[in-house]
């Protein structure tokens, strides 16, 4: 091989290791159907999240809500919240989407109803430290909650029971 060539190949390795480097730093973390939104009495919303092994536990939820351009704020809604919940938090867990749980650490605005524009989402992060094994993740609108009958559950795009749901996330991990 001779000096030009030898230039020639190491640009070449040099693009084509930083393309893979590129492509394996912005891999995500898997996103499964491992949250669902219901209703209860009282227009509380309720959250139900399912981690893959009762050993994995979640170490930060997120619910947040996408507005269109031009909405005006109405009072009362829900606009997002982001809480760590005490490690001991495993396996399936319930709470209001307007309430922290107990033992969870973030700030919570008060809310007592989801704003009848934009899309709401609620997710979860599993995995040790700063890593995330995956993430669970439900997207839903006012009207998708409101349309649920009484012991459905809003989860990968449509109404379920809890025990379909539950068949949903286990077959997602």
Do not use: H
């Not at 399912?50 to 930060?60: G, I, K, N, V």
């Not at 700030?107 to 709401?120: M, N, P, Q, R």
């Amino acid at each position: 091989m001779t000096g030009n060539n030898k230039a020639a190949w190491t640009p070449s390795r040099a693009c084509v290791s930083l393309a893979l480097a590129l492509l394996a730093a912005g891999c995500s973390p898997p996103e499964r159907p491992l949250v669902a939104i219901g209703k209860g009495s009282n227009a509380e919303i309720w959250a139900l999240l399912r981690t893959c092994s009762d050993d994995d536990p979640l170490r930060e939820v997120v619910i947040g809500r996408s507005e269109e351009t031009g909405e005006t704020v109405e009072p009362g809604a829900l606009e997002g919240w982001s809480a760590r919940p005490s490690g001991s938090v495993k396996g399936e867990t319930q709470f209001s989407l307007f309430t922290l749980p107990k033992d969870w650490r973030g700030d919570v605005v008060s809310a007592t109803k989801l704003a009848s524009e934009g899309d709401y989402s609620v997710s979860f992060a599993v995995g040790p430290n700063e890593t995330v094994r995956y993430k669970g993740v439900v997207r839903f609108t006012a009207a998708d909650v409101e349309g649920l009958a009484p012991g459905q559950w809003w989860a990968d795009g449509k109404a379920m029971s809890r025990a379909e749901f539950r068949t949903l996330a286990n077959d997602s991990c």
